[in-house]
């Protein structure tokens, strides 16, 4: 079953203002990771956090986590047309090693 | 420093045909997954190896599927007999775990079209 749920599913905003995507989850976890694709190619790491951080930065790119309410949120500030893209969550799930996805946020940047 | 390699990067089979994908991980790193995606979905895992060994294959349909990582070589994904449902993108990733490093780093992925 999917653990990762991303929401919104699409989201459309113009260049400059900020994106945010939220991720939301259901077991206990080791970390939580999170991707980009562009349409047809493969994935982008962009930022990982451990389940006892709270927030990371990275560049434009700010994340946070809540293991209370087993929820995650990524900040894009600044946004570009070339972050238009898909954003996925992945969860690595506590005594596992693989990643579990949610479905993704579709980020459209408008110029 | 390359990447994860896959090859090739589309694949086309016909309905009961094999289908071979390959998985080189990147340099150090002895951990590999594989993902399928179908389209407009996010990622499922399928199978997680390291050197000669299947470490978790929970997400691996029972049959037609193996998957095998040899001490030399590449990671293959193997699927026999391959249905139209088979039809979708095939990612690996390595990570360096060994190494203290859980990130996952994906291949550019196999496009596999059943006809």
């Known amino acids: 079953s999917q653990q990762g749920e991303e929401d919104p599913q699409a989201l459309s905003i113009q260049e400059g203002e900020n994106a945010t995507m939220n991720c939301s989850y259901k077991?206990?976890?080791?970390?939580l990771q999170w991707y980009r694709q562009n349409s047809g190619r493969g994935l982008v790491h962009l930022i990982l956090?451990?389940?006892?951080?709270r927030e990371k930065h990275s560049g434009r790119l700010r994340v946070t986590l809540d293991t209370s309410k087993k929820s995650s949120s990524l900040l894009i500030t600044a946004s570009r047309a070339a972050d238009t893209a898909s954003y996925f969550c992945?969860?690595?799930?506590?005594?596992?090693?693989?990643?579990?996805f949610g479905k993704g946020t579709k980020l459209t940047v408008n110029p | 420093n390359a990447g994860v390699m896959q090859n090739p990067r589309h694949l086309v089979r016909r309905r009961g045909q094999e289908a071979r994908l390959r998985c080189s991980p990147m340099?150090?790193?002895?951990?590999v997954y594989w993902y399928r995606q179908l389209p407009e979905e996010g990622l499922k895992f399928m199978v997680y190896?390291?050197?000669?060994?299947?470490?978790?294959e929970s997400g691996m349909p029972k049959e037609r599927f193996s998957a095998e990582f040899p001490k030399e070589g590449p990671s293959i994904l193997r699927i026999q007999q391959v249905v139209r449902g088979d039809s979708a993108a095939y990612f690996c990733?390595?990570?360096?775990?060994?190494?203290?490093?859980?990130?996952?780093?994906f291949g550019p992925g196999t496009r596999l079209t059943v006809l």
């Open positions: 077991t206990s976890i080791n970390n």
């Open positions: 340099k150090g790193h002895s951990h």
């Open positions: 190896l390291q050197k000669e060994n299947i470490i978790d």
């Open positions: 990733a390595s990570s360096g775990r060994d190494r203290d490093t859980d990130t996952q780093y």
């Open positions: 992945a969860t690595e799930p506590s005594g596992s090693e693989k990643l579990v």
């Open positions: 956090i451990r389940s006892n951080e």
